[in-house]
């Protein structure tokens, strides 16, 4: 069974790697290139007209690889794991009606902000409202009505605030991912870091699962996840897929991912962590695009309060820039400040099982 992980993450590698020059090719030829802001730092201007929407060789990637990896090892789809990728491919699709809006009807803006909004709310709704159902014979559904950290706890909050909830986390790691994906690498490598910390947690859950009974070696720790197992085959999907991507994308980049991959790849996250149980967590695991979005958060909050910035410019990666950080530095650095968050995350997540030990 745990074959298929190891399945999913080299088709997704080699779908990316010998997939994206060919998406490349395809949108160079139809001049699908990207658009650049005037009040950006001065060095993004040669990146103007580059490929974007490249998101969509990652989303078909993984897609494919979790398929392919089922069909290969002869175990079925599970119901958390075709949620979760529903949610990413939804999510995408949104991100896609933005992209194109930006590169072929040439208006900057992309979507209207309503349009872009609904969008995202119809998919999130959806996937919590699925998210509470397909309960398995032990009743365990693919997501949880009860606040999870790198557990379930406390009372239970009811379906209708789980959706609000659910909402809250998707849109904010939506936002999250796009607005780290700034620098050539930055957002694709930084999620490579926590799609490995969940492939982890995926496969200590199921070895640790409730299911398994008298096998386990910490019975006062373990784990109620629907489907721990195929949730690690999805995000090993998504680790071999966006390493691949990483190998286009990073600087020079040859093709950025466009809102197309950021909304898809921040929506995966929020499913991923809601549907392992760990909501929570995943503000820790995902640190640095949670620090990347407060900076954001900061710079519009102190400049309506006070008429000041506090960054030259936000999001964060772009103050160091204009500090004169090569774009390399800070993309470097910042993903050590990721490698550290997901350590730390998955640091907590042992810890809380050695506990009740």
Not at 11 to 30: D, E, N, Q, S, V
Request: with cysteine; charged share 15%; aromatic share 10%.
């Amino acid at each position: 069974m745990m074959n298929q992980i190891l399945f999913a993450g080299v088709i997704g590698l080699f779908l990316t790697l010998i997939g994206t020059p060919l998406l490349i090719k395809l949108l160079a030829r139809k001049g699908y290139g990207q658009y650049i802001r005037d009040d950006g730092p001065r060095e993004h201007a040669s990146k103007r007209g580059t490929p974007t929407m490249g998101g969509i060789a990652f989303i078909f990637a993984t897609v494919a690889a979790y398929f392919l990896s089922k069909v290969i090892s002869g175990e079925p789809p599970r119901y958390s794991g075709v949620l979760v990728l529903g949610l990413m491919v939804g999510m995408g699709l949104v991100g896609f009606l933005d992209d194109y809006i930006k590169i072929v009807k040439r208006r900057s803006l992309g979507l209207r902000a309503k349009a872009k909004m609904a969008g995202q709310l119809i998919v999130g709704v959806a996937f919590a409202v699925l998210s509470l159902q397909f309960a398995d014979s032990r009743g365990q559904t693919p997501a949880s009505t009860k606040l999870s950290f790198i557990t379930d706890f406390g009372w239970t909050i009811g379906p209708v605030l789980f959706v609000v909830w659910a909402l809250f986390m998707i849109l904010a790691m939506s936002n999250g991912v796009n607005l780290t994906d700034g620098l050539d690498g930055l957002a694709t490598g930084a999620s490579v870091l926590v799609f490995g910390a969940y492939t982890f947690i995926g496969v200590w859950q199921f070895q640790e699962s409730c299911a398994n009974g008298e096998t386990l070696t910490n019975p006062g720790a373990c784990y109620e996840v629907r489907d721990p197992l195929d949730l690690a085959v999805v995000a090993s999907a998504l680790m071999g897929s966006c390493l691949g991507f990483l190998w286009w994308n990073t600087s020079p980049a040859k093709i950025f991912m466009g809102d197309t991959g950021s909304l898809a790849l921040g929506g995966v996250l929020a499913g991923l962590a809601i549907c392992s149980r760990t909501e929570l967590l995943l503000a820790i695991l995902g640190g640095l695009f949670v620090l990347i979005t407060m900076s954001v958060v900061i710079q519009v909050g102190s400049f309506k309060l006070t008429g000041k910035r506090v960054f030259r410019m936000a999001p964060l990666q772009h103050h160091f820039e204009l500090k004169g950080w090569s774009e390399v530095l800070v993309v470097v650095r910042f993903w050590i400040i990721q490698g550290i968050c997901v350590i730390v995350g998955l640091g907590l997540f042992y810890a809380g099982w050695a506990a009740d030990k």
